[in-house]
C-alpha cells in the first residue's frame, strides 16, 4: 500500500472540507430572514410522497390535510403542490440525493410534508432527508413525545445539520485498512439550536432542560456542544441546564421511576436521532411521533419512522400507521399559524391513539389498515 498516497489524498480532502465547513459558518452567521405566515397571502404547502411505505401513509396525509384546510384551498389562502420525483429509483438513476428539479420545485414551497426516503446502505449516496436538511438549513429537529398517564410530556430539540450527519458521506477510508469520519460542532450551529431549545422551555413554561452528549468522550465536539449550550441557558433566568452523557440518558428514558422529570432535551444530532425513536418506541411505537424540520426561512415535517422495507417485504405495507405523519400534518398546521385546526387534529390523534386505543391500531398487529385508519381519524376531527 502506497501509504503517502493516501495520506496526501486525504490531506487535500480534509482541507477542502475544512474550507467548506468554514464557509458554512459564515453563511450561518448571515441574517437569513424569518419566514411569516400571519402575512403570507398563500402558502404553499409541497407533498413527497417518498419511498416504501412512504406514499400509502401520505396519501391518508392528503386526504386529511384537503378536509382540514378545505376552505383554505378554496379561498386559495393555501396551496397542496404534489412533488413527484423524490424515490430512490429516480435519485439513483440521477444520481442526486435529491435531484436538481426536485430541490427546485420544494424551495418554490413555504412548508413541506414528506413521506420517509430510503438511504441507501454504503456506497456515496447521501441521505434524501440530510441533503434536504442541509440545503433548506433546517437546524432544528424538534420532536414531542407524551405519555399522558405518566404525565410524561418531553420535547427533543435535536441539532439537525451538524454533528456525524453533515459529512457523513465524505469520510476518509484506506480499503482493507483504515476508514475515518467526521463529527463537526459549530459555535454558531449550537448556539441556534440551544436558543430554540431555551425559547421553547421558556414559552412552554418549563423549567428544565437537559442538554445531553458524550463530552467525556467526544471531547472537542460534545465538549463544546455542552459548553456553549450552558452558556446560552444564563441569557435564561429560570430555567435550569443540566447535562447528561447520552448512555444513561438512554438508561433513565426506559426507568420508570424517574422519566417523567424530564422536560426538554437538547442534542446534538446522531444522539437526537437515537434517543428519539426510543422516546416514540415508549410513546407506542416509532409510528406514532412526527418530527418538525425547521429553518429560518423553510420547514419540513415528517414522519419519524424510516420507509420500513421490512414491512414492504413482508406484504404488509396497506398496514402502516399514518399517526406518525399526522403527528407531522399537526405540527405542520401549527407552524403555519392555524391553532385550532392544529389543536382539533391534536384532539382527534389523542382519541384514536391513547383513549379509544383498543378500538382500531395498526401496524403489526393488523388490526386495520392504513386507510381505515385515516378514516378513523377524519371521524373524530369533530368530537
Ligand atoms: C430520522 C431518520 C433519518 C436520520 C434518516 C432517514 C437519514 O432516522 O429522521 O430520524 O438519521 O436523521
Ligand atoms: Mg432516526
Redesign the pocket.
Known amino acids: 500500500m502506497d501509504k503517502e498516497k493516501y495520506i496526501k489524498q486525504a490531506a487535500a480532502d480534509f482541507e477542502q472540507v475544512l474550507r467548506e465547513q468554514l464557509n458554512r459558518v459564515d453563511r450561518m452567521k448571515e441574517d437569513a430572514g424569518q419566514a411569516d405566515f400571519a402575512n403570507m397571502e398563500r402558502i404553499v404547502i409541497g407533498l413527497l410522497g417518498g419511498d416504501g411505505i412512504g406514499p400509502i401513509i401520505m396519501k391518508e396525509a392528503k386526504v386529511l390535510l384537503n378536509e382540514i384546510f378545505t376552505e383554505e384551498i378554496k379561498t386559495g389562502k393555501i396551496e397542496l403542490r404534489e412533488i413527484e420525483g423524490l424515490t430512490i429509483e429516480n435519485r439513483l438513476a440521477k444520481n442526486q440525493p435529491v435531484p436538481n428539479d426536485v430541490l427546485e420545485a420544494i424551495k418554490a414551497c413555504n412548508v413541506i410534508l414528506k413521506g420517509p426516503t430510503t438511504t441507501p446502505k454504503g456506497g456515496s449516496m447521501e441521505s434524501a432527508n440530510v441533503t434536504l436538511r442541509r440545503e433548506l438549513d433546517l437546524y432544528a429537529n424538534i420532536r414531542p413525545v407524551t405519555i399522558p398517564s405518566e404525565n410524561i410530556d418531553w420535547m427533543f430539540f435535536r441539532e439537525n445539520t451538524e454533528g456525524e450527519y453533515v459529512l457523513g458521506s465524505r469520510g476518509i477510508e484506506i480499503p482493507g485498512t483504515l476508514a475515518m469520519d467526521f463529527k463537526v460542532t459549530t459555535e454558531p450551529g449550537t448556539e441556534r439550536i440551544a436558543r430554540a431549545a431555551f425559547n421553547y422551555a421558556k414559552s412552554a413554561n418549563k423549567n428544565h432542560v437537559s442538554i445531553v452528549t458524550k463530552a467525556n468522550i467526544m471531547k472537542k465536539t460534545d465538549g463544546n456542544f455542552s459548553k456553549i449550550c450552558n452558556k446560552i441557558a444564563e441569557e435564561y433566568e429560570g430555567i435550569k441546564a443540566e447535562d447528561y452523557y447520552i448512555d444513561i440518558m438512554t438508561a433513565n428514558l426506559v426507568n420508570k421511576d424517574i422519566r417523567s422529570k424530564f422536560q426538554v432535551f437538547l442534542l446534538p444530532n446522531l444522539y437526537g436521532?437515537i434517543i428519539?425513536?426510543e422516546a416514540a418506541e415508549l410513546q407506542g411505537g416509532v409510528g406514532t411521533a412526527g418530527s418538525a424540520n425547521l429553518g429560518d426561512k423553510y420547514a419540513m415535517f415528517e414522519a419519524?419512522h424510516g420507509s420500513a422495507p421490512k414491512m414492504v417485504e413482508a406484504g404488509l405495507s396497506s398496514y402502516a400507521n399514518p399517526s406518525s405523519i399526522f403527528k407531522a400534518c399537526e405540527m405542520m398546521i401549527r407552524h403555519i399559524g392555524f391553532k385550532e385546526k392544529a389543536d382539533v387534529l391534536d384532539r382527534a390523534l389523542k382519541i384514536c391513539n391513547e383513549e379509544e386505543k383498543a378500538v382500531i391500531v395498526t401496524g403489526d398487529q393488523r388490526g386495520a389498515t392504513c386507510e381505515e385508519f385515516g378514516a378513523y381519524v377524519l371521524s373524530k376531527l369533530n368530537n
Open positions: 436521532d428519539t425513536d419519524i
